[in-house]
Nanobody, 117 residues
Framework: QVQLVESGGGLVQPGGSLRLSCAAS????????MAWYRQAPGKQRELVAT?????????NYADSVKGRFTISRDNAKNTVYLQMNSLETEDTAVYYC?????????WGQGTQVTVSS
């Protein structure tokens, strides 16, 4: 089992920044990647960014956030971050941390990000 706890959401004006954190605990040695997803009201959950747990930490981003968001990890703290810059109103959503093993995915409880003036 893997437990994920997110933090860092909130209200920010367009053009602002936020950093989300996701602390993992439990059977973290089984993980091969971690990711951030988001779900806006009335829309399906979508993948935002992924990072592998292997050395080098290969990353991948949704086209809508490329150049604005950065996913990173701190292995010593078992934590993954999502730095979000130049936020737009379209980024408003509940953001979920995700951890991937070969047999299943684990999810955090979600954190609300609201971009509004």
């Amino acid at each position: 089992q893997v437990q994920l706890v997110e933090s860092g959401g909130g209200l920010v004006q367009p053009g602002g920044s936020l950093r989300l954190s996701c602390a993992a605990s439990g059977s973290i040695f089984d993980l091969y990647a971690m990711a951030w997803y988001r779900q806006a009201p009335g829309k399906q959950r979508e993948l935002v960014a992924t990072i592998t747990t292997a050395a080098g930490g290969r990353t991948n981003y949704a086209d809508s956030v490329k150049g604005r968001f950065t996913i990173s990890r701190d292995n010593a703290k078992n934590t993954v971050y999502l730095q979000m810059n130049s936020l737009e109103t379209e980024d408003t959503a509940v953001y979920y941390c995700n951890a991937k093993t070969t047999t299943r995915d684990y999810w955090g409880q979600g954190t609300q990000v609201t971009v509004s003036s």
